[in-house]
């Protein structure tokens, strides 16, 4: 069963609420643009392309049974539902998806306003334009996962199978459904060429542990969970003996020179990576290339508050037994990893330098450093590869 973080027909949108994963799977109705505001900042719902699709989806639900809208003109639905937008893009500075969906979204509602004869019209036109985003970036996330496997299977002698290393979530639970960089690594693992996943906790709020292992669990892709910290044992131990040939990660934000933004701990394996002689690439859709931003020197990153880095919260365990632990779920308890007084520095994203970046994977192919630099405009006058049978 293809695992679902967002539920939605016409007028109904429900969300799988991340932060009671991987112990629970709880979905919770999204009815209103505040609804969907709150859910992005207090990331129940979280990953670039998810964060776009569900903000989208939001308003469309609210447009769809709100009674504000129905004694508005055209041009006062158009202002609403522009307010809507911009006030959405608020929940999450850094991913560049969410602000690049509002702005195209404002552009359907301008044309639809321009040729609307009814009010309805313009809020019809929005609502279908916010369904296709939807249908759109599932089919970009398998689009990414197949150039991107194709393109390390192709490196001169990595064999008939191969070992990637990820870090935090970049599956069906980031996204739409599917997945950027753990596409790569499903499309690896459907063809049979992937020996081992490996991924990372991804502190402070272990987005790696608690979704990447659920969605690989739930896949049974062969992976296994390590410590950020354990990044360079594994490429220097293991990277050999499993066959390690990439580091594969998504984004939240990619500059024009192809500085990247992501989670935190992203800028420490691409180091890593250059050291061990591990190709490191960065998946991500078009969407989050960001021809506006020259350089990462341009991206503001989030702070987050220092009280993340301080506890942890999870089901109380009753028994433990070899690896695994018998817990209850009914019982969520908070406990402090830090001792009293702990000042903490939290920033939620860091910028990867172009630098020590391979190569960066899209839904219209791979795209290389042509005489050391990036040409990323040339992906925006690309069309979509035809993808070979299955």
Known sequence: MVLQAI????????????LQLPHKEVYQDIQTSEEAWRAIKEMRVRGAPAIAIVAALALAVE????????????DETRSRIVDRLRYLVTSRPT????????????????????????????????IEAAEQMLIDDVQDN???????????????????????????????????????????????????????????????????????????VHDRIPATMITDSMAGAL??????????????????????????????GTYGLAVLARY????????????????????????????????EMLVMKGPRVRTSHGEGVDIDTESVVEVSIAANGTRAWNPAFDVTPAELIDAII???????KEQGSFDLEKAFGRTRLTRAAP
């Open 235 to 264: 490429l220097r131990l293991k990277g050999d003996s499993e066959n390690i040939t990439a580091i594969v990660v998504g984004a939240d934000r990619v500059a024009a020179n192809g500085d990247t933004a992501n989670k935190i």
């Open 276 to 307: 061990h002689g591990v190709k490191f690439l960065v998946a991500a859709p078009r969407t989050t290339i960001d021809l506006r931003t020259s350089s990462g020197h341009d991206i503001v990153i989030e702070e987050r508050q220092p009280r």
């Open 95 to 126: 991913a560049v998806n969410l602000g690049d969906a509002a702005k195209k979204l404002e552009s359907v509602v301008d044309a639809a306003t321009l040729r609307a004869s009814k009010p309805l019209e313009v809020r019809t036109r929005y």
């Open 7 to 18: 539920r939605y027909t016409r007028g109904s949108l429900q969300i799988l609420d991340q």
């Open 63 to 74: 447009i769809s049974s709100d009674e504000v809208y129905e004694g508005l003109s055209a």
């Open 142 to 216: 398998e689009d990414i996962g197949q150039h991107g496997s194709e393109w390390i299977l192709k490196l001169p002698g990595v064999g008939q199978s191969v070992s990637v290393l990820t870090h935090c979530n970049t599956g069906s639970l980031a996204t739409a459904g599917y997945g950027t960089a753990l596409g790569v690594i499903r499309s690896l693992h459907a063809s049979g060429a992937l020996r081992h996943a490996y991924y990372t906790e991804t502190r402070p709020y272990n987005q790696g542990s608690r979704l990447t292992g659920y969605e690989l």
């Open 362 to 368: 899209t839904e219209v192919g791979v795209f290389e």
